[in-house]
């Protein structure tokens, strides 16, 4: 069937641009398409890097029996008209690296990044991934000047997979039956909440003892170290990239999902002017809401010192960039 002007069959593709051919950004390109979910434009400074994992991702089309198209490019030209564009595009963490040190060659990455892409996708969402990612969400969002809720970091989504894993792993049960909210920025000061942490309903309080709890806790705000430790070479890629994809999917299929992410906060937990971790509901416009969770007065003070770390490289990367 033909579908006439008036169908209410869209015959276009949804379009999303990942820049950073890396790790997180071809795992992601790799799990967009096999989804179905979307076309993807995969771009990269390094030249004849995406243009390979394209064909190489391409050729795997008739086995993995999907439709979608994907381009490897160095020209932004080649972005135009995407949905979403996610950023993982930067220097990964190495050994004994805090996420912070990232933040000077990062931050100029991440911007100009934007600024290009933005430049051939003037409706599109953005959601960073890049280290530091909530101050770099942050830098982008002013840098794009897009409307607040159409910009946004993925780490919690991450965060949250890992304390779930942890959960379900301490007690031998499927993962299916775990939901775990970490809120906060994306290091060492992030904010697991065991109290809203719940197997089958039933917060994990009740069903650990509290050192238990706390092992868990500090494993999952060591989460990405304890990976970087092990590889050597690099950081974890496989969950960031499902994490960043689950984020494309709620956002292309308009789900109005619940997920942990970086979002901008206006008087929300007594914050102001700042992307940080909090319960976001997201759908087609990007961010729909975002939930206020009822904190006792230690999880707001972590929450709090967590985002003054933030705020702190927020101006720390201004000044950086505004130098250059
Ligand atoms: O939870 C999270 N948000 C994270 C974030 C989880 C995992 C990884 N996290 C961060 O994502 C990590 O600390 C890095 O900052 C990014 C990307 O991690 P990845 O592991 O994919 O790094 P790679 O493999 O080094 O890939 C980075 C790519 C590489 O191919 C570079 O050539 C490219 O980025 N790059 C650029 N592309 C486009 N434009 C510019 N300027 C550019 N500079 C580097």
Not at 58 to 79: F, K, L, V, W
Not at 190 to 202: C, D, E, I, K, N
Request: glycine content about 8%; some cysteine.
């Amino acid at each position: 069937m033909i579908s006439s002007p008036n169908s209410p069959i869209s015959c276009q593709t949804p379009r999303v641009t990942v820049i950073g051919g890396g790790k997180v950004g071809s795992t992601l390109a790799q799990r967009v398409i096999e989804k179905n979910l979307a076309d993807v434009v995969l771009l990269d400074v390094v030249e004849g890097m995406p243009q390979g994992i394209a064909l190489d991702l391409m050729e795997a089309r008739g086995i993995e029996g999907h439709d979608r198209q994907i381009i490897g490019t160095n020209d932004y030209a080649d972005t135009v008209g995407s949905d979403i564009v996610v950023i993982t595009a930067g220097l990964p963490r190495k050994p004994g690296m805090t996420r912070d040190d990232l933040l000077k060659i990062n931050a100029k990455i991440a911007v100009e990044a934007a600024e290009k892409a933005i430049a051939h996708s003037p409706e599109a969402l953005f959601i960073i991934v890049t280290n530091p990612l909530d101050v770099l969400t942050y830098l982008v969002w002013q840098a794009t000047k897009l409307p607040s809720h159409r910009v946004m970091g993925m780490a919690g989504v991450l965060d949250s997979a890992r304390f779930q894993t942890f959960i379900a792993m301490e007690l031998g049960i499927s993962f299916a039956d775990v939901n775990a909210v970490v809120l906060g920025g994306h290091g060492d000061l992030m904010v697991p909440l065991p109290r809203y942490s719940t197997v089958g309903g039933v917060p994990i309080t009740e069903l650990m003892d509290t050192s238990t709890v706390e092992r868990l806790v500090e494993r999952t705000r060591n989460g990405g170290a304890e990976i970087v430790e092990l590889m050597r070479t690099g950081g974890a890629y496989y969950a960031p990239a499902s994490s960043t994809c689950l984020m494309v999917e709620a956002i292309l299929q308009n789900q109005s999902r619940q997920v942990t992410a970086a979002a901008y906060l206006q008087g929300e937990y007594g914050l102001n002017d700042i992307f940080i971790g909090v319960p976001a509901r997201l759908g087609c416009r990007g961010v729909e809401k975002v939930l206020e969770l009822n904190l006792t007065d230690a999880e707001r003070t972590a929450l709090h010192t967590s985002a003054e770390s933030v705020r702190k490289n927020i101006h720390r990367a201004s000044e950086m960039l505004a130098s250059v």
